[in-house]
């Protein structure tokens, strides 16, 4: 009862109602291999490659809670977790913080030109200083960042690059129309949060005159009181919701949530795994780089 009543579970609560109200339907494939998982294995899941690091964590881990009722603590950029309120919810969900190196991005002195795999060094560049054998150097242009490994330092002014400077080729535009499908919301983004706020309210009150006609005061225990009645809000907003957009019980809260599928097969769908055509960019005019330092995986 004290997990189902934490910060915790209500913060799970309040992202899986976002989830099943956002998205039609939530396919899982292999779901069988989870069942076995309720034992209480260490497990550790590996949910790559992904789109969005805030929604995917969430679906994940609204689909482990209901095979195999087991909550999942993500690793998180410790960047993130460093903000306000984005860090708050995270730190919540007791996700793991994990320094990048994306987030020590740093600006190197002076400016750099590159031809094929050299860079070299203008106006005052402190290549034996600043840089390491192994860290990536980073320029900006206005079609986008391009960057290479360092593989030696030859002096202040002169690099030797794993390969010339590298940014995403653009592909052309297809000729085909995309097929798309849109869908109407049963209830409006403010109607749904009057509901849940609403909810909410009338739970606590009607658990606060339950425990006054039973003798009991709940003063020191409104937290557990409004997360307990929060939770109780979203399951019956998430509901409600259903009812009003498809004309049917929602039961999606059992994990059997089927509809039939309208879009065509394969529609609008991309292999996640194929790599990104790269092209080789010289850098002729002197311009402002960065670079990511070195990080030794052994060593952590």
Same mark, same amino acid.
């Given at each position: ?34 069942? %076995? ?24 881990? @609204?689909?482990?809670?209901? @095979? =195999? ?16 309120? &984005? ?22 002195? !002076? ?6 795999? @050299? ?19 980073? &320029?900006?242009?206005?079609? !986008?960042?391009?960057?290479? @490994? ?22 052309? %535009? ?28 009338? &739970? ?11 003798? &009991?005061?709940?003063? !020191? /225990?409104?937290? =557990?009181?409004?997360? /307990? ?17 498809? !004309? ?16 065509? %097969? ?26 990511? %330092? ?7």
């Amino acid at each position: 009862l004290a997990e189902n009543i934490s910060f915790y579970r209500t913060v799970c609560s309040l992202w899986e109602t976002i989830i099943d109200i956002f998205f039609r339907e939530i396919s899982v494939g292999g779901d069988t291999k989870l069942a %076995p998982l309720k034992d209480g294995r260490a497990v550790i899941f590996v949910a790559a490659p992904h789109i969005n690091q805030f929604v995917d964590p969430v679906v994940v881990m @609204k689909v482990v809670l209901e @095979k =195999a009722h087991r909550h999942v603590s993500w690793m998180a950029a410790a960047k993130s977790m460093r903000r306000r309120w &984005v860090g708050l919810f995270i730190r919540s969900m007791r996700s793991i913080a994990v320094e990048r190196r994306e987030d020590h991005e740093t600006k190197g002195a !002076g400016f750099i030109t590159t031809r094929g795999a @050299k860079a070299f060094g203008h106006c005052g560049t402190q290549f034996t200083q600043q840089l390491t054998k192994g860290a990536i150097v980073r &320029v900006r242009t206005k079609a !986008g960042a391009i960057a290479a @490994k360092v593989v030696q330092i030859v002096s202040d002014s002169e690099l030797l690059l794993a390969s010339p400077l590298q940014r995403t080729k653009k592909e052309a %535009p297809s000729a085909e129309p995309q097929q798309r499908m849109s869908y109407d919301k049963a209830l409006s983004p403010l109607i749904t949060i009057l509901l849940a706020a609403s909810l909410t309210a009338a &739970v606590a009150t009607a658990a606060a005159a339950l425990a006054s006609r039973a003798g &009991v005061s709940l003063s !020191g /225990l409104w937290p =557990a009181t409004l997360c /307990l009645a929060f939770q109780i809000a979203c399951a019956v907003t998430l509901i409600v919701y259903g009812w009003c957009r498809d !004309g049917v019980p929602h039961t999606a809260l059992q994990g059997e949530y089927v509809r039939e599928n309208k879009t065509a %097969p394969g529609a609008g769908l991309t292999d996640p795994l194929s790599e990104p055509e790269k092209e080789d960019v010289d850098v002729t005019e002197e311009s402002a780089y960065s670079f990511l %330092p070195y990080i030794d995986q052994h060593s952590m």
